[in-house]
């Protein structure tokens, strides 16, 4: 099993900056992936950002690249998610989530946290 618990959320103007954190524990949690999804209000979550933490490979939505970066801190066993130049649509709920090789949709998520991005 494992355990994800995020932080780092807040209020923030359009092009400013934040960075989540999302602290993981379990046995098994480093021979998988952990992303980064968002949920708007009424929307669907979407996938913001991976990291494959035996080799951190990252991959990136189109709507963040270059904005966005996706990190691993082998000693804190943390993944965070620096983002600058945040925009409106930026704002959700931001969860990160674990998944196996093997796994074809994530399978523990954290419980998420809230990012405003004001205009």
């Known amino acids: 099993q494992v355990q994800l618990v995020e932080s780092g959320g807040g209020l923030v103007q359009a092009g400013g900056s934040l960075r989540l954190s999302c602290a993981a524990s379990g046995p098994t949690f480093t021979s998988g992936f952990i992303g980064w999804f968002r949920q708007a209000p009424g929307k669907e979550r979407r996938f913001v950002a991976s990291?494959?933490?035996?080799?951190?490979?990252?991959i990136y939505a189109d709507s963040v690249k270059g904005r966005f970066t996706i990190s691993r801190d082998v000693a804190k066993n943390t993944v965070n998610l620096q983002m600058n130049s945040l925009k409106s649509d930026d704002t959700a709920v931001y969860y990160c989530g674990w998944r196996g090789r093997s796994d074809l949709a994530y399978v523990y998520w954290g419980q998420g946290t809230q990012v405003t991005v004001s205009s």
């Open positions: 990291v494959y933490w035996k080799i951190n490979s990252t």
